[in-house]
């Protein structure tokens, strides 16, 4: 390792290394709290990005995945080193729509004060690339209709952007905005076929939608690509060309391009009648094909079309996130109703900066010809797994280590010469930090309902106060409190030769352990899922890493009838030994109920401007919060605010508390008073809360 430590010291400033208590002083310390507007703000701060600033945003089609990469830029001011907690950077997603802005989600990556040197080439370790990932489903249902929405990401360190508030400003850190590609999914075909047996469909209609009903017989899956057509040159030179006042065909893209899957293919595969087939279609738009053969031999690195912006290390979901973009409407083979062409990206890596490149594998996204295509293109990402078991280092032995992606269209790049530049397409360097872990020496239990078990107290079965989820980097609870489990319960951890078994034991009631029978799914290193089922006495085989990469090793499908309990989740070996974690069980919804109390109770007809008060109640053995608002009327919600006269995050004291609420403004309509609760339960192993909500009536009758 040719790790290389400067000595100079990084001063901190105090907005910094003070943020959250200035924070706690004054919501509006630094001039961007909403809500608080009223608040005086001591110091203006917006967007600062001195120590970290977005360097990438995009969207995996495939993968339905929203995506971005950011730079940490210094050695220092991010809480601790690497054996310490260290500080979260935020990152919420939004995409455009008809309707506005919509809220994608948010995650975060933990960071730390790493020393700054060089490396085994002699090149700053800084900045260091963090990536986060969200899920995001949404799709177009007809080729013909692109979808090319804008997406947005805001990220924040040390404070999270408040959700659907799609303008807000972080005091430290950056926004970044790209267009995206969403994804194709035709169910159309199904409904359509089954309409014409039943109803007699005009045939012009039925040779209109011909070329975008091609579809599969489940919606949840992928488009494939034999199903689409492939476009050979001769359609591409149609597609492309247009006739010039001589009637002689005038060729509007590249014909390196055009030609470049056929010329490559003739390298491997080459016979007379293919060359002479290849040379007629483009000598009609007055391309000879040998010149063209030795054009494309000297093409290297061509970034015309497509370009790798960024490569960064997701800690969460231990995978390489590539970035590029696409800058051009045609080029890429046809349309979004044709198979269109695919974009290559390889990864290497070189984890004990020893200046050795190791090949990882070869992620693939497809891309199309957009007439409609945004003022600045649209970004991609692709991301591969990695196995991070197999790089496991203590926080004390934590350094930088180097990346390199590799973006190549139509042909797949090297897998032997990390240094080979592609003909269409670039590489990106850079330095990434492998989360700190314990060495693997046998069978663990890793994740647990998606937190890891070192969150998760063995004795009581709850998180401890600095958890957070393994896929996103978020808090499991912003207060630091203890949450319990429900519904599905993964179980992850690495794999091993041989054959395992989970069981389940009830502690609290002093059962003796069962074997877990319940499916599960896993994730191969191409995206591929599978469902698995343990064999009656619950033994089942560890596959290898490429085949699991998320490490699932069952689920307990935890439900209201096995009690609100403490269970032991047992991994049991024949001969390589196991492990066990407590785990308390939560599946019982908060209880909640809410009245008018004055004047005149539930449901009575008031005139406007009256002052309503009422009770309250939400109460659970993990309490998340709870809230009373007021919907209904012609507008659908009120604008006035319900006052709760209690703390929200605490249950309601005995007999329920008091809320208050003022009618001026309100017309005449039905209106209800809602009370909602959530509970800190991690349900299904990725999100907080099981949610219950009550409500009452009243009317408002003008005088």
Partial sequence: MAHKESSKAIRVEKTRSQFKTLLASNPNYFGNALGFELLKPVKKIASNTSYEELSAIGYNPRRRELQATFDIKKSGGYGGDVCDDGTLEYVRFYVETDTGWDDAGLAAARVHDIPSGKDCVNKNEHPLSYSVTVPYASFTYLCSVSRLPRARAILSWNNAPPANQPDW???????????????????????????????????????????????????????????????????????????????????????????????TALKSLSTPQAFSSLANSLDVVGVNLSDLVLQIEDTTGNITYEELEEVGLDPNLDRLVASFRVKKQTGF????????????????????????????????????????????????????PVNADEIARLCTGTSPSRVRAVLSWQTPPSTTDPNALPTWGNRVDAHVVVPPREPITGPKISILGGVGTSYISDLTGLTGPTAVYSSSGLKTD??????????????????????YRLLIENVDDGLAPTPLLDSFSVTDFDGVTTVRTPGVDGWITFLPWQENVEGV????????????????????????????????????LPEVAVSITVPGGDCGLFNPGVELQGKAVATDDFLRGWSVSIDGGPAGFSDNAVIPVADTKLNTPA?????????????????????????????????????????????????
């Fill in 169 to 263: 400003k972080p005091v430290y850190g950056s926004v970044m905005e790209c267009n995206i590609q969403l994804d194709k999914r035709f169910i159309f075909q199904k409904w359509f076929g089954a309409l014409t047996n039943v109803v007699e469909v005009p045939q012009n209609l039925i040779d209109a939608l011909a070329p975008v009903s091609t579809v599969l017989d489940e919606p949840e899956e992928a488009v494939a690509a034999e199903q689409l057509p492939v476009l050979s040159v001769s359609e591409l030179v149609d597609l492309y060309a247009t006739p010039t006042r001589g009637k002689k065909l005038k060729l509007n893209e590249d014909p390196k391009r055009v030609a470049f899957s056929e010329v």
């Fill in 553 to 588: 090793l069952g689920s307990f499908r935890s439900h209201i009838s096995d009690g609100d309990k403490r269970y032991r989740v047992i991994l049991e070996t024949p001969t390589l030994g196991g492990d066990h974690q407590m785990v308390q069980l939560d599946n019982t």
């Fill in 333 to 384: 083979s046809g349309n979004f109703c044709t198979a269109g062409s695919t974009e290559y990206v390889a990864f290497w890596e070189d984890w004990d900066d020893s200046c050795n490149w190791r090949y990882l594998g070869t992620a693939e996204v497809k891309a199309y010809d957009f007439d409609d295509l945004p003022d600045g293109g649209l970004c991609y990402t692709a991301s591969l």
């Fill in 478 to 499: 912003d207060d630091g409190r203890p949450c319990p489990f429900g519904g599905r319960i993964d179980v992850q951890g690495p794999s091993f030769g041989g054959s």
């Fill in 655 to 703: 007999g329920g508390a008091t809320w208050t609420y003022n009618t001026t403004g309100l017309v005449q309509c039905g209106y209800t008073v809602r009370v909602q609760a959530w509970d800190r339960a991690i349900v299904n192993s990725t999100h907080n809360g099981h949610y219950r909500t009550t409500d009452v009536g009243f009317c408002i009758l003008e005088p």
